[in-house]
Nanobody, 122 residues
């Protein structure tokens, strides 16, 4: 299993970034996908998740209305559009996969890869 996240960078507060995660080594269309983030000195936390096929989504309260998760199963790729970025969004962002029925509650996700750094300056 490989999950390659990219698209991070340095952006000013209020700006936007679009993260992508290319998946390989498993049957992407059979898995719910999610994004998690980890800031220095903090535990990794849930950001957003999307159902494997019906487009249903789930978001952490801190990003609702600003972030949008999407996926293209034909491309084995999941995206995270981040608008209205804030300094507190600064973290390494990781993508992850799950087959758990409680995926909306961020249950059963496994992440792989290095993640991508997002830095938001004030």
């Amino acid at each position: 299993v490989q999950l390659q996240a990219f698209g991070g960078g340095l952006v000013q507060a209020g700006g936007s970034l679009r993260l992508s995660c290319a998946a390989s080594g498993f049957s992407f269309r059979n898995y719910h996908m999610g994004w998690f983030r980890q800031a220095p000195g903090q535990e990794r936390g849930f950001v957003a998740a999307i159902h494997r096929s019906d487009g249903a989504t789930s978001y952490a309260d801190s990003v609702k209305g600003r972030f949008t998760i999407s996926r293209v199963n034909a491309k084995n790729t999941v995206y995270l559009q981040m608008n209205g970025l804030k300094p507190e969004d600064t973290a390494v962002y990781y993508c992850a996969y799950s087959q758990n029925v409680n995926w909306r509650m961020a249950v059963g996700f496994n992440s792989r890869g290095q993640g991508t750094q997002v830095t938001v300056s004030s």
